[in-house]
């Protein structure tokens, strides 16, 4: 009687549990992909294959890119209007009173912006004065500062205030530019300097001809600090400054070369055959780049910061005849005074 009971119950647990496996659907694995439709099948049995347009596919869905060919790759990149060798002249300003050009010694030009103001410094040298020009919103003034000789070169040492030596006179003097010229005061110096620049807080360097010429690093007192080794130079006409060193123009080795601040040498360029330097060499600096007119070979020259041929950014084809004094602007307008002439602004790329 038992046996008969154990069987049936038996036989119900079997079946209930086949009825509910029926029922259940199946636990995923971790290797099952949910969602993931099988291909469809033929009468056969056989898979079909999606009919895919491989040339469509790559045009729709990705970019084909051709590697260059030689030609592409030798192709120049595009050029601006104004090709690099080339500058745009873009004014004349012919000798008025607050602008006079004209020597036939050293002429150098500084321009600034000063309360919204561009101010053209030049010198006069018929006049022995310093002359600004100002512009201002479409309207022009003049300011004269009278002096016992004419100014050599320029060189701002704060805003709105201007250094400039005095061509044969053992002195440098200090002016303020805007509202208009005020002499501040006036230093004495050991040496006659041709060309001075702002080196440092409380420091210049000035270049000098006198002898066999100098290369000195003075205070703001005229005291001299330090000079040069004259082994490297013989004609320092022009100097400027550049991240803290000094750029000098010799005009007797017709090079170029840079100097630290102590005096060490860092390099000379001095161009060889068609494209030596003929005479007088005025030197400046501008947005990583180092400028030189060459005054009998009528050309301003460009360098990079470490002495590296680039360019010649003006020649006689420009119009240029015996470039003196240079000034670049922050919005690439080369200034330069012409010698016994105007003074020619171009639009450098």
């Known amino acids: 009687m038992s046996g008969r009971r154990t069987s049936n119950r038996l036989k119900t647990l079997r079946s209930?549990?086949?009825?509910?496996?029926?029922?259940?659907?199946?636990?995923s694995t971790p290797y099952s992909r949910p969602g993931r439709k099988c291909a469809s099948k033929d009468s056969k049995g056989k898979a079909k294959k999606k009919s895919t347009d491989t040339k469509q596919k790559k045009t729709s869905n990705s970019t084909e890119r051709k590697p260059p060919s030689k030609k592409s790759r030798d192709q120049s990149p595009i050029q601006p209007l104004v090709a690099p060798a080339r500058s745009e002249l873009v004014e004349v300003i012919e000798n008025t009173p607050g602008c006079r050009s004209g020597s036939k010694i050293m002429l150098d030009i500084l321009v600034m912006t000063l309360e919204g103001s561009t101010v053209i410094l030049t010198s006069d040298t018929k006049n022995k004065s310093v002359n600004a020009l100002y512009r201002e919103r479409g309207e022009e003034r003049t300011s004269t500062l009278p002096m016992k000789e004419f100014a050599t070169n320029f060189t701002e040492i704060e805003e709105n205030l201007v250094a400039a030596g005095v061509w044969c006179q053992f002195k440098i003097v200090f002016f303020k530019v805007f509202p208009d010229l005020d002499l501040q005061r006036t230093i004495d110096t050991k040496m006659r300097y041709s060309s001075i620049a702002f080196l440092s807080p409380g420091t210049l360097v000035g270049g000098h001809v006198m002898g066999s010429g100098g290369v000195d690093v003075l205070d703001m007192s005229g005291n001299i600090l330090r000079t040069f080794d004259g082994r490297h130079y013989s004609g320092p006409y022009s100097v400027c400054t550049y991240n803290g060193n000094c750029i000098v123009g010799d005009a007797k080795n017709l090079a170029i070369m840079c100097f630290n601040d102590r005096g060490d040498l860092l390099f000379t360029f001095k161009p060889r055959a068609?494209?030596?330097?003929?005479?007088?060499?005025?030197v400046t600096s501008h947005g990583g780049y180092i400028y030189a007119s060459d005054r009998e070979g009528q050309r301003v020259v460009q360098?990079?910061?470490?002495?590296?041929?680039?360019r010649d950014v003006l020649t006689r084809e420009d119009g240029i005849k015996e470039p003196q004094g240079i000034c670049i602007t922050d919005d690439?307008?080369?200034?330069?005074?012409?010698?016994?002439?105007?003074?020619?602004?171009?639009?450098?790329?």
């Open 16 to 27: 209930s549990s086949v009825k509910s496996k029926e029922k259940s659907p199946a636990k």
């Open 274 to 282: 068609n494209k030596k330097f003929v005479g007088f060499l005025t």
């Open 303 to 310: 360098l990079t910061s470490d002495g590296k041929y680039v």
């Open 332 to 349: 690439n307008l080369l200034y330069v005074s012409v010698l016994n002439s105007y003074i020619r602004v171009y639009r450098i790329g």
